[in-house]
């Protein structure tokens, strides 16, 4: 069965990357796209590297006949989402790639995104889409919620260990660098090729940046008491990547045994031989995660370090795999795309 397909926010790079995926995905079909600024425009117009495809129009959502869609792609700006799912059909399944419910404390949301949630009862219903670990609710979900790139990073990177009560919970360092598109398509100046290029800068330092609230509601949630974490981005000169180098207190050898057996059977999931190190070239443009162990000169003291593409396994291909279990469908479907390289 063919499943019609709705992309709200085609304009931007991850509606862009949907696009790109569901392209050669075995049972979804692209029936709607909105761009409301380039609406009347063709796909190929606005990304030329789409051009070879037969889709439809870019739209005004309002415009967009929901009648026969199975499940739209909310790929908006943080803070829009909210309005525009309250108004879809509440029988349309929904996956939401912004922040807008991804937080469960309604209080957390207002502290770290600046003023009242829009759509509580929507809220509740979400189930937080870090998929490997909430597949059973994904699968009943009507919507899902899209994790932060950074966050999905720092949780490959930690959830078993802090599971298996491996690590020092008070001792958790998340150095991370990711690349520019994770800042979406907005002209913005620091942004520009001479702002940005032949250097790298942290922002968000001293616990500021926002994807910190998703990882205080699901690391405490699994630790069962609260979790903090040091956590300092850094925007590197590079298209495409996240890589987390994450300093823990605990036994090397026995963390990288906790994430070989933890990722398993995990299709997307690489751990790799003890000492090795990933690379975000080697994940580029895939859903695949590569997650590595290595010990430290320190006794007692272990480094983790875990690769993906922001805009896929961060974030585009995490919405269709969710899709994918949501519409009972193979998870893995459309998504077994190798890296591209180099």
Not at 96 to 103: E, V
Not at 166 to 194: F, Q
Not at 269 to 276: K, R, T
Request: aromatic share 6%; hydrophobic share 45%; with cysteine.
């Amino acid at each position: 069965m063919t499943q019609k397909i709705a992309i709200l926010g085609a304009s931007g790079y991850t509606g862009a990357e949907l696009v790109r995926l569901i392209a050669t995905h075995p049972s979804m079909q692209v029936a709607a796209l909105s761009g409301d600024r380039k609406a009347g425009m063709r796909m190929g117009e606005v990304f030329p590297h789409l051009r070879h495809l037969d889709l439809p129009e870019l739209q005004r959502i309002e415009d967009i006949d929901m009648s026969g869609i199975d499940l739209v792609f909310c790929a908006l700006p943080h803070a829009t989402s909210q309005a525009v799912i309250a108004e879809l059909p509440r029988d349309l399944k929904v996956v939401d790639l912004s922040a807008d419910f991804r937080l469960r404390d309604p209080e957390a949301y207002a502290k770290w995104y600046g003023k009242p949630h829009g759509a509580l009862d929507l809220q509740q219903q979400a189930v937080y889409g870090l998929t490997e670990f909430y597949r059973g609710d994904i699968r009943a979900a009507r919507l899902v919620a899209g994790t932060g790139c950074n966050a999905a990073t720092g949780q490959y990177a930690l959830r078993p260990l802090i599971a298996g009560g491996l690590i020092d919970l008070d001792d958790i360092i998340i150095d991370l660098k990711t690349g520019v598109s994770g800042a979406g398509r907005s002209l913005k100046e620091n942004l520009l090729h001479a702002e940005l290029s032949e250097g790298a800068h942290a922002y968000a330092i001293g616990g500021t940046h926002r994807h910190l609230a998703e990882f205080d509601q699901e690391f405490s949630a699994i630790a069962g008491r609260p979790v903090k974490v040091q956590f300092t981005p850094h925007l590197l000169p590079a298209n495409r990547g996240i890589i987390a180098t994450v300093y823990v207190k605990g036994d090397p050898q026995a963390i990288h045994g906790a994430f070989e057996t933890a990722y398993a059977d995990e299709p997307f999931l690489e751990v790799l031989p003890f000492g090795q190190a990933p690379s975000t070239r080697h994940v580029r443009g895939s859903n695949f995660c590569h997650v590595g162990v290595s010990g430290d000169r320190i006794e007692g003291r272990a480094i983790v370090i875990a690769a993906l593409d922001n805009l896929t396994k961060g974030s585009s291909g995490q919405a269709i795999q969710n899709a994918n279990l949501m519409l009972g469908v193979e998870e893995t479907a459309g998504l077994m795309l190798a890296p591209v390289f180099p």
